[in-house]
Structure formats: structure tokens, C-alpha cells
């Protein structure tokens, strides 16, 4: 069975501070590895995804991720957070196997304050 | 906007009733995912359809039911509704051969 682990449930960070979202799985298979962003009241957008390749992901909004296979995570950061980043952050797992059915970590809540 | 729509916004009913939630897909998308974000379980897969056809189950009580038209639309039927349905209905949809979904901005259902 596969899981998503998110190791900080909140992040405070200053405005145009470095800010990294800890994300781990646990998978038999292979992996396809996503990031979703919830603004308050809102749905889900996706930011980035993982499939093969590069294991350095760039997403939208100066977001970027890396994936790393042998510690069996895909940390999210930004160089430079500005307040409108605040909002709850989730990682996000399909595996080969199952496809189409998104395994979500518990979320992060991240809060930039000036 | 990403192209997924949910109606209502917000429901409120009671114990034991039955709703009806509504979501239309992304133009050209086949598949159709519902998702339950609760705030003990989090964000849940529930179930998925494509072009019609059932394709998955996730944790979804034998209470709810779902069910893709030929139009595309898909509606999510909860019946016997309990205090603990109280949560956020997703639907996304997602284009065809590719694995990102796309999600509707969901429905909140309240159960008084």
C-alpha cells in the first residue's frame, strides 16, 4: 500500500524568506508525484508534478520540487515566499497501479507574514 | 478557474436526508474523480468515472453513489446522511492518457 507523509503540519515564514514543504512516500511501485495548493475557500491547483525524468520539477508560481528516490521524497520549495503564498499546501501520490486514485498527505499550512 | 464546475456551493440539510451533488468536467475531459476533504480523515479518493464507465473505488460508503452521464457531467448521490458526511465534495477531471487532475472549486455539504 502506498502512503504520503507530510512532516510539518504548519510553517510560519517571514515575506521573501526560503521556504521547503517536507513531503515522503512510501510506494512498491513506481510513483508519479504531485503538489496541490488550497487558498482558502478554493479548490485545488496544481502547482507541479513529478513522472520520470529530471528530479528537479518546475512549477508555477517560482515553485519548484525535487525527487529523491532513495530517501523516497519530493520536497516543494521557494526561493522567496510573498504573502499571498499562504495558503494549505498538499503532496500528492499515484502509483503505476492504480491510477487516477491521488493519495494525499495530511497538508501543510503555510503562513507568511510580513 | 480550472475549468471544473460544482453545484451547489454550499448544502445544508438533515440527518437521514438524501443530495444530489453536480460536477461538469474540463472540455474534452473523459474522467471524472470525486473527492471527500474532511478535517479527521483529510482528503480522500471516493471514486472515479471515465467516459461513462466506473473505473475505481476508493473509501466510499455504500450510502453514496455516483454516476457519469453521456454528456459527461457526473453527479454524486449521498443518502441516509449522517453528521460525520459534514465535508467538502470535490470533483476533478482530467485529461485523456494524462495523470494530473484538475479540481472544481467543491461543494460544502453541512448535516445538521
Known amino acids: 500500500a502506498q502512503s504520503v507523509t507530510q512532516l510539518d503540519s504548519q510553517v510560519p515564514v517571514f515575506e521573501e524568506a526560503p521556504v521547503e514543504l517536507r513531503c515522503n512516500y512510501s510506494?512498491?511501485?513506481?510513483?508519479?508525484l504531485f503538489w496541490y495548493v488550497q487558498y482558502p475557500n478554493q479548490g485545488l491547483q496544481l502547482l507541479l508534478k513529478?513522472?520520470?525524468?529530471?528530479?528537479l520539477v518546475k512549477g508555477i508560481n517560482g515553485f519548484e520540487a525535487e525527487f529523491n528516490k532513495s530517501q523516497t521524497s519530493f520536497h516543494l520549495r521557494k526561493p522567496s515566499v510573498h504573502i499571498s503564498d499562504t495558503a494549505e499546501y498538499f503532496c500528492?501520490?499515484?502509483?503505476?497501479?492504480?491510477?487516477?486514485?491521488?493519495?494525499f498527505g495530511a497538508g501543510t499550512q503555510v503562513v507568511v507574514t510580513p | 478557474d480550472s475549468g471544473v464546475t460544482q453545484t451547489p456551493k454550499h448544502l445544508i440539510t438533515a440527518t437521514g436526508q438524501r443530495v444530489t451533488l453536480r460536477c461538469s468536467p474540463r472540455?474534452?475531459?473523459?474522467?471524472v474523480y470525486w473527492y471527500q476533504q474532511s478535517l479527521d480523515q483529510g482528503l480522500q479518493f471516493l471514486i472515479q468515472?471515465?467516459?461513462?464507465?466506473?473505473?475505481a473505488k476508493g473509501n466510499i460508503l455504500e450510502r453514496f453513489s455516483a454516476q457519469q452521464f453521456p454528456d459527461l457531467h457526473s453527479e454524486l448521490n449521498l443518502s441516509s446522511l449522517e453528521l460525520g458526511d459534514s465535508a467538502l465534495y470535490f470533483c476533478?477531471?482530467?485529461?485523456?492518457?494524462?495523470?494530473?487532475?484538475?479540481f472544481g472549486p467543491g461543494t460544502r455539504l453541512t448535516v445538521t
Open positions: 476533478a477531471s482530467s485529461p485523456r492518457g494524462r495523470s494530473e487532475q484538475y
Open positions: 510506494s512498491s511501485v513506481s510513483v508519479y
Open positions: 513529478y513522472l520520470s525524468g529530471s528530479t
Open positions: 500528492a501520490a499515484m502509483t503505476t497501479d492504480s491510477w487516477g486514485k491521488l493519495q
Open positions: 472540455s474534452g475531459d473523459l474522467s
Open positions: 468515472y471515465y467516459n461513462g464507465e466506473e473505473r
